[in-house]
C-alpha cells in the first residue's frame, strides 16, 4: 500500500478507491478502475492542453513559475548565463553533469567536427522561393537532413544517438544561416571552425568578402548568454512535440524538425517576432495607451507577456534586459527600446495584468537585441530554435531511454453522432445556414 493516497468515492455505486500519489501526482491511469459503464472504459481524466498533466518523469529543467526559478540540471538559470557558455550548457542539459576541462574540450571538437552540411543540402535550400520564411526553410531541411543520415534511425544504439546529438548541435547554425543568405541572395558562407559556435555562426550570417570574419566579442558572447536562455523549457509545446514524435521511434532529426514547426507559432518561438511587429505597429510612446485599451478589451494581446507557466517574473527577462544595456553600447540604442520600457511600465502598473499575473517573458527583449544585432525580424524563431535543439536532444534522450514511455496516444471525449447509415446524396436534407 502506497504511503500517501487519495480516496475518491464514486456517488454513484458507494465503491471507494484508494489512489496511490507519488510524486505530488496520480497515474491517471489508476481513475480508469473505476468504472463508468459496465461495458466501457474506465473514467477518463479531461486535460485540454495538458494544463494540469505530467506527461513524463524528467530531470532536465526545473521551473518554479510562482518564484520565478529556472533550473537546468540544479544549477540557476542567472548564474549558466553569467559564467557558462552555450556548448558547455548543451553538454550540461544532455548529459547531466558539467563537463571537465578534456570532456568540454572533446565536446566542442566533436561538435565543431560536424558543421558543414552535405552539398546536396545546399541545391536543396536553393529550390525555396527568394521569400521563403526562413523558419519554413529550417522545418523542412532538418526534416531533409534525416534522409542524408538514415543511421539516424537506429535510436536504440549509443552510438548513434552520440553522433546525431553532435549533428544537429553542429548542422543547425549552418542550416540557418544558409536560410537567411539565400533570403538576401547572398552566397552561402562555409563554417570557419577556428570561431566559437556563436562567433561562427555570425560569421556564417554576416560575412561580405573579409578574408576572415572577426565577431565583435561583446556581440558573439551576447549570442551565447541568449542561447543559454533558450536551451531548454522543460515540457513546453516544442518539447512535447519531439517527445511526442520520438515516441513513435522516428529518428531524432525527423522528430526535431516537428518541435521546430512547434516552435514556429506566434504562442511559442513566433513571439519575439510578434513582439517586434508589435513594437513597431505601435510606432511610438503617445499611441501606447491605445494599444493598451485594445488589449483590455481583448481585441489584441500584449506580445511577449504572460506564460503559462511564470506567474511572476520571468528569470530570464532580468538577464535579458541587463544583456541589452551591454548590446546597446556596441551596436546604438534601439528606438524600440522606449516604446518597450514605456509599455513594460504601465502594463506592471495596470490592474489587468497585475491582476492575472501577466509579466514580460524572455521573448519581451529577446527581438529588440536581436535586432540592434541586424538580424531580420524573420530569423527570430530561426534564433530560438539553434539553442532550444540542445533542449529537444535532452528531453528526446530522456524519452527514449525511460522504460515507462510507449508511443504517445491521449485518450479523447467523443461528442459526436452515434452510428448511422450513409444516406444516399439526393436523400440529403439541404445544407444550413
Ligand atoms: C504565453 C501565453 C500563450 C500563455 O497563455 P495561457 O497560460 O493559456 O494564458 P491564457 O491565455 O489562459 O490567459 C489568461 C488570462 O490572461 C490574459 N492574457 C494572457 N496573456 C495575455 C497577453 N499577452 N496580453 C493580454 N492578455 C493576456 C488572457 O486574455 C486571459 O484573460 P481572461 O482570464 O480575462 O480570459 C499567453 O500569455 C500569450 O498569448 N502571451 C503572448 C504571446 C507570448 O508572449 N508568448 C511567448 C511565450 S514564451
Redesign the pocket.
Known amino acids: 500500500m502506497a504511503k500517501e493516497t487519495l480516496t475518491v468515492t464514486d456517488n454513484r455505486t458507494g465503491k471507494t478507491y484508494e489512489i496511490p500519489i507519488e510524486h505530488e501526482a496520480i497515474r491517471a491511469t489508476e481513475l480508469a478502475r473505476i468504472r463508468v459503464r459496465p461495458d466501457g472504459p474506465g473514467l477518463l481524466s479531461y486535460d485540454p492542453?495538458f494544463m494540469n498533466t505530467a506527461s513524463c518523469k524528467s530531470r532536465i529543467t526545473f521551473i518554479d513559475g510562482d518564484r520565478g526559478i529556472l533550473l537546468y540540471r540544479g544549477y540557476p538559470i542567472e548564474q549558466l548565463a553569467e559564467r557558462s557558455t552555450y556548448l558547455e550548457t548543451a553538454y550540461l542539459l544532455i548529459k547531466g553533469e558539467l563537463p571537465n576541462a578534456e570532456h568540454l574540450a572533446q565536446w566542442t571538437h566533436n561538435i565543431t567536427m560536424h558543421t558543414i552540411v552535405h552539398e546536396n543540402i545546399k541545391a536543396f535550400m536553393d529550390g525555396f522561393r527568394y521569400d521563403a520564411h526562413p523558419m519554413g526553410m529550417l522545418v523542412a531541411t532538418v526534416g531533409a537532413l534525416s534522409t542524408f543520415y538514415p543511421d539516424a534511425k537506429l535510436i536504440f544504439d549509443p552510438e548513434s544517438r552520440r553522433i546525431q546529438t553532435h549533428r544537429l548541435l553542429a548542422k543547425m547554425p549552418t542550416i540557418a544561416a544558409f536560410a537567411y543568405r539565400h533570403a538576401i541572395g547572398m552566397p552561402y558562407v562555409y563554417p570557419d571552425n577556428a570561431l566559437s559556435y556563436t562567433g561562427n555562426f555570425l560569421n556564417m550570417m554576416f560575412k561580405i568578402t573579409e578574408l576572415r570574419y572577426k565577431p565583435n566579442p561583446v556581440l558573439e558572447r551576447a549570442l551565447d548568454v541568449l542561447f543559454i536562455l533558450h536551451a531548454d523549457h522543460e515540457q513546453n509545446c516544442s518539447a512535447n512535440a519531439m517527445r511526442s514524435i520520438g515516441s513513435s521511434q522516428a529518428d531524432p532529426l525527423s522528430a526535431l524538425a516537428g518541435a521546430c514547426a512547434a516552435l514556429y507559432g506566434?504562442?511559442?518561438g513566433g513571439?519575439n517576432e510578434?513582439?517586434l511587429r508589435m513594437l513597431q505597429g505601435i510606432g511610438s510612446v503617445e499611441h501606447i495607451p491605445d494599444y493598451i485599451k485594445r488589449?483590455k478589451a481583448?481585441e489584441v494581446?500584449?506580445?511577449?507577456?504572460?506564460?503559462?507557466v511564470y506567474k511572476n517574473f520571468d528569470p530570464r527577462g532580468k538577464v535579458i534586459k541587463k544583456l541589452a544595456d551591454q548590446v546597446f553600447e556596441v551596436t546604438g540604442r534601439n528606438p524600440l527600446l522606449d516604446i518597450a520600457l514605456e509599455l513594460e511600465r504601465i502594463a506592471l502598473e495596470d490592474d489587468?495584468?497585475v491582476k492575472?499575473k501577466?509579466y514580460p517573458?524572455?521573448?519581451?527583449y529577446s527581438g529588440i537585441i536581436y535586432q540592434a544585432m541586424n538580424f531580420p525580424v524573420d530569423m527570430f524563431p530561426v534564433l530560438f530554435a539553434i539553442p532550444r535543439t540542445a533542449g529537444w536532444i535532452a528531453q528526446w534522450l530522456e524519452m527514449v531511454q525511460d522504460e515507462e514511455q510507449r508511443i504517445a496516444r491521449p485518450r479523447q471525449i467523443y461528442l459526436g453522432h452515434a452510428q448511422r447509415d450513409y444516406t444516399p446524396i439526393d436523400k440529403r436534407p439541404e445544407p444550413r445556414g
Open positions: 492542453a506566434p504562442l511559442h513571439a510578434a513582439v488589449v481583448g494581446r500584449l506580445m511577449g507577456f504572460g506564460h503559462r489587468y495584468f492575472r501577466l517573458n524572455v521573448d519581451f
